[in-house]
Nanobody
């Protein structure tokens, strides 16, 4: 069974940091591009960042550049999203998904979505 389990979310003050984990089972993450996505209440899902099967990264959202860093630990079969200098507008449910090939610019090929982890940035 292909599955993602996201964790690491929580309540944090503006300017704080969180590290999200995306633990995969049923496949090995080094064979796919893995993307982090988020969905805020009342908004559609948007792509945040992606890491390819060769560890090349793509920041889909300009606002996270310099603040968020995606990485992968193949031994743990887990992809991480280090989030620094968090802002209230980062509040959302963060989830991960995979696609074959490179990260690309289209979100449509991603599949096998995880359930997500809630990130709330508030004072």
């Amino acid at each position: 069974q292909v599955q993602f389990v996201e964790s690491g979310g929580g309540l944090v003050q503006p300017g704080g940091s969180l590290r999200l984990s995306c633990a995969a089972s049923g496949f090995t993450v080094d064979r796919y591009a893995i993307g982090w996505f988020r969905q805020a209440p009342g908004k559609e899902r948007e792509g945040v960042s992606c890491i390819s099967n060769r560890d090349g990264s793509t920041d889909w959202k300009d606002d996270v550049k310099g603040r968020f860093t995606i990485s992968r630990d193949n031994a743990k079969n887990t992809v991480y999203l280090q989030m620094n200098n968090l802002k209230p507008e980062d509040t959302a449910v963060y989830s991960c998904a995979r696609r074959s090939g490179g990260c690309g610019w289209s979100l449509a090929p991603f599949n096998s979505w995880g359930q997500g982890t809630q990130v709330t940035v508030s004072s």
